[in-house]
């Protein structure tokens, strides 16, 4: 069975027991405050096990909250597994740079995005208390303001570009719409994320200059608890991305993708892997893989499908199929439909922890094209893996 996250709902799934995704854990969900620094959530929340209240009204049009519309909160139904939904006074809509990270902690904001030819790629993540910093972790993680980074690839025929210099809390400014990393700054204007960029690459120093602009389509109005305290917004799952560079001299427009990650504690020490890939459908749709292996031993997975209107339904999971291991051995996979299988069109980026990589697929019945991504954190807390860090995320005061 099918259950629908609509309208302004914060979807909050509580920490699984081993083979049971998404269990309910009822101390954390007394504790829960919003995302984002929007309001505490609602304490009205729906039971779980099976039996919730029948679907409220939703509002049809998330684009309105942008500007200042509020409607009663709508509570999804359950689809065979146990987990719990809240309505929240704010929506959980769009980035809010200002939100507090605690000592341990981080966020960061995530955009992707595959030019309308095939051709071109890009990822930017904009840290908070940078999770794969060496120098955050020797610090002892007491201020993530003073470990804050723009990583920025860059991926295409004329060359590949990589830069992730970390700043210190002096270089740093953030409110609730802009967020500044030394000459880099990320805006939210509006209805548009605007990113300037101005770094440059570790060990060959070439220069990454230029401007993003990811204007959403389809705007998401539910984060997911995966526990631990550790939270996923997908704020943007559909948007247009314009990838204007003077250095290197690109000019490129595509479909992209745009969403925020937080957590209370550092993330290796809440999970040991996890897969994720998202995928635009022929039909207007995204798709979105999400499974992983936490610290404690249980798992986490979902199967969600996204609709031009903003709203999730949780799909059941497609097979599982392995994808060709990376030249550093780390293990791939995702989530297909039956009799069909997805493949990786190129890898945009191979660490000793992390991969990603572009996707062709098929779920819930439609193809699609999308960005796929495999991270280790076992790998990560390897002594070697940690002392290879700095010579590829130098630090700036």
Known sequence: MRSEHAGHALALRGAARPHVPFGPDAKRFRAAQSLDGWSPVWTGLARVGGVLPAPGVADADPWA????REHPSRRGRPDGRAFGTAGIRSPALGPRFDRAVPAGGYSWWYVDA?????????????????????????????????HCALNVALTGPYGNRWTMTERGESSVTRDATSFAIGPSAVHWDHDTLVIDIDERCAVLPFAVRGQVRVEPQVMGTTSFDLGGGHVWHPIAPRARVIAQFDNPSLRWSGGGYFDSNQGTEPLEAGFRDWQWSRAHLDSGDIGVIYEGLRRDGSDFAMALRCGPDGHWIDEPLPARQRLMPTPFCIGRSTRVDAGHRAS??????????????????????????????????????????????????????
Do not use: C
């Not at 909250?65 to 200042?68: F, R």
């Not at 910093?133 to 610090?139: E, G, L, Q, T």
């Open 65 to 68: 909250l942008l500007h200042g």
């Open 114 to 146: 595959i030019s309308d030819d095939g051709r071109f790629g890009l990822t930017i993540i904009a840290f908070i208390g940078s999770v794969f910093s060496p120098y955050y972790k020797n610090a002892g993680r007491g201020r993530p303001d003073d």
């Open 344 to 397: 990786i069109t190129g890898t945009w980026l191979d660490a000793p922890f992390y991969a990603r990589s572009a996707l062709r697929t098929r779920l819930f019945g439609q193809d699609g094209m999308g960005v796929h991504e495999s991270l280790s954190l076992d790998r990560l807390v390897n002594p070697v893996v940690r002392r290879m860090l700095p010579y590829r995320m130098p630090r700036k005061p």
